[in-house]
């Protein structure tokens, strides 16, 4: 395979007072680096036309497809700044490979692996400085596919176009990691068998905005859906994997059915889980499984993964009908915080990274190691 030729187009769209006032406190989301990655493809030439320009408003004809039939994917990851200064990516290629698989399902274009990890690279290397050094603080990459071909007909767009933006994250959590209270939706669903919810697109992120919306009338933080065939086997969060843990040290996890996403965070701490010699079930859970571990103590912990905030610790679940289960003073569990706690050392580069999960995608002296 030919390696793609960027051109770059550069411009800081901020001085450099004004984006260190950002990284100062940046948020979640809120601010933009300097530059974009674009890559378009068309049925005929493929993956071509790959720059680095700055960032900025796309111009999108009001018949693109993606406006119309909703052919978009995403994905979502992280680039931290080590203690030396360099700059280094966690299972890039993981995102890589799930984009691909997202794009299958919504009929677009494979994008090559190496492709994928050489924009992130070139982005990287032109905003290094837009990485934050503070206290769990990242730059969060965006990764993103539309169809932008401009046409009105219910079939697979012939054009395409990868992108990727990136955001400085702060702390996903205020003051430090709590415990959430989350809600059991029962009428709304997430996505079907057969429909796209292993697939990260933006359809499977609007069906939980109303959900979410009532989680948050009833004080919750998070929605949890549940199969839509069974109303009782739990599927995942609206954006997050779940876990619950046994008394005996057991991690269980709904199994990847086809309705859920194939979390990177999931799979790297079911890893570290077995590292550390605990047994780690993939396989259906109920709702109904959930309370009576509760209420009889072999239910300990629970807790939500996902990249934005790696794992968030889980309280109690509640729902209509009186529904609630209460884990009270024991949440957040010890293996959920140690967990958390071993999984951000490797990605900050603190803690050895025994299976060579990081990337170090710009040398020291090219990522603003002096600041």
Aim: glycine share 10%; net charge negative; proline share 5%.
């Amino acid at each position: 395979m030919t390696a793609l030729a960027f051109t770059r187009t550069t411009g800081d769209r901020l001085p450099a007072a004004e984006r260190e006032a950002i990284l100062a406190d940046p948020g979640f989301g809120n601010s933009f680096t300097d530059h974009m990655v674009s890559i378009a493809w068309t049925a005929e030439d493929g993956w071509h036309d790959a720059q680095v320009l700055p960032y900025g408003p796309l111009q999108v004809d009001p018949a693109s497809s993606v406006l119309h039939y909703g052919q978009e994917i995403f994905e979502g990851l992280k680039a931290y700044r080590h203690p030396d200064g360099s700059i280094a990516t966690f299972r890039a290629e993981a995102n890589a490979r799930r984009l691909n698989t997202s794009a299958v399902r919504l009929a677009l274009p494979e994008l090559p692996v190496e492709h994928f990890l050489a924009a992130v690279r070139e982005l990287l290397t032109i905003d290094a400085d837009w990485v934050p050094s503070g206290a769990d603080q990242s730059l969060y990459l965006r990764p993103f596919m539309i169809a932008d071909e401009s046409f009105l007909g219910v079939r697979a767009a012939q054009r395409a176009r990868f992108l990727i933006i990136a955001s400085p994250a702060g702390a996903y959590f205020t003051g430090g990691v709590k415990p959430v209270s989350i809600w059991l939706s029962r009428d709304l669903a997430r996505a079907g068998r057969g429909g796209t919810g292993a697939a990260k697109c933006g359809g499977n992120y609007a069906s939980s905005l109303l959900p979410t919306r009532i989680a948050a009338a009833n004080g919750c933080a998070q929605v949890l859906f549940c199969d839509s065939a069974t109303e009782d086997t739990i599927d995942e969060l609206g954006g997050m994997n779940l876990f619950l843990v046994r008394s005996d040290g057991t991690l269980l996890t709904p199994r990847i059915n086809g309705n859920i996403l194939d979390g990177i965070t999931r799979s790297s701490l079911i890893q570290l889980a077995k590292d550390r010699g605990h047994a780690v079930e993939e396989r259906d859970i109920t709702v109904t499984e959930w309370r009576e571990g509760v209420a009889d103590g072999t239910i300990v912990e629970a807790f939500a993964c996902g990249t934005a905030a790696v794992i968030t610790p889980i309280q109690r679940l509640i729902g209509e009908d009186g529904l609630s289960i209460d884990f009270g003073d024991g949440a957040p569990g010890d293996l959920t915080m140690s967990l958390r706690e071993e999984l951000t050392g490797i990605q900050f580069g603190t803690r050895p990274d025994p299976h060579g999960w990081l990337q170090t995608l710009a040398p020291v002296e090219a990522a603003g190691a002096a600041r």
